[in-house]
């Protein structure tokens, strides 16, 4: 997500026949949040913890403006009670650990800090290798979440469940005391995380894309969030408004609508939401500070508006490969997604 979609949309696009903008607090202004606001707090699963409502993610924090930018962002963040600091490995070569390790020096006791482990098929030594790194980034001796990173090809399950595999890892590094609780994530089809939810290893954690238009297209809404919240599992929502603010800047929905409606969805723990810049953080503390969950009605209504987008022109992560990491693609025996054509 971009700037630009701290403005975009200032009127509700389903407001005309469904939704009222004043319902959903929208003022059409994006200004700085007042001091004493701090973002609501929810349980995170049977974690034991307590995560806020929206998070942080990491892939964005790799392109703001440089370190003072994020350690300002994520200051400013932590200073309104958002607690949960996404990440991966391989999210621009390890610079986006680098930068949240530095911001957090200091305050890393009052931040739930996840990242992501990303073997794509490879053994569980490589595994272990990369949570060293991650922890080294990080500047941290142990995770709070760590995720298997982007299971989104059909043999995954196969490959993670594998004998001396990626979730082999997972089970070393909590006995090791280095993570406290693991998961995986994924963004492609909702088939792909129910073979790995029952496939049988206890997963803590499960992150899956969650925003209006998902209910009517390869829904993960409809048919991993009630497996995930029956056993009792945190739900990491991502992608509310598209993945790099598609939604947005098409004029689809406003980030008040993609917001609201994935912090109101029942049974999720935290949003991460992309936040490049403090213009965008901004914009969705101003959010979650008008933030009241919507009712069943306003929900309905939202994804009855999303039925005319069932062809995944604005979940492209899930339609396309262009949310699909190199690295991913070459150990799956693809060609980078740059290769490919238009």
Known sequence: ?????????????????????????????????VAEFQVPRRAMGKTGLEVSILGMGGFHLGTAAGQPEVNNMIAKAMDHGINFFDNAWEYHKGVSEER???????????????????????????AM??????????????????????????????????????????????????????????????????????????????????????????????????????????????????????????GALTPTEALSYAMSLPGVSTTISGMDSMAVLDQNLKIVQNFTPLTAKQIEDLRAYGKRFEDGRYELFKSTVKYDGDLGRQQHDYPPSADLPA
Not at 17 to 28: H, K, M, Q, R
């Open 1 to 33: 997500m971009t700037a630009l979609s701290a403005t975009a949309g200032a009127q509700s696009h389903v407001a005309q026949n469904t939704i009222n903008p004043e319902v959903l607090n929208f003022s059409g202004e994006y200004d700085t949040p």
């Open 100 to 126: 949240v390790g530095a911001a957090l020096k200091g305050k890393r006791d009052k931040a739930i800090v996840m990242t992501k482990v990303c073997t794509h098929g490879r053994k569980r030594d490589v």
């Open 129 to 250: 290798r990369m949570l060293e790194e991650s922890l080294t980034r990080l500047q941290t001796d142990h995770l709070d979440v760590w995720q298997v990173h982007e299971v989104v090809y059909y043999n995954d399950p196969e490959k993670c469940y594998a004998s001396d595999g990626v979730l082999e890892a997972l089970s070393a590094a909590k006995q090791q005391g280095k993570v406290r609780f693991v998961g995986f994530t994924g963004h492609k089809n909702p088939s792909i995380h129910l073979e790995m939810l029952n496939g049988g290893y206890p997963f803590d954690t499960v992150q899956m894309p969650l925003n209006p238009f998902d209910y009517s297209y390869r829904s993960f809404q409809q048919h991993v969030l009630p497996v995930a919240t029956q056993r009792g599992m945190a739900v990491f929502g991502m992608k509310s408004m598209g993945g790099s603010g598609e939604m947005i800047s098409s």
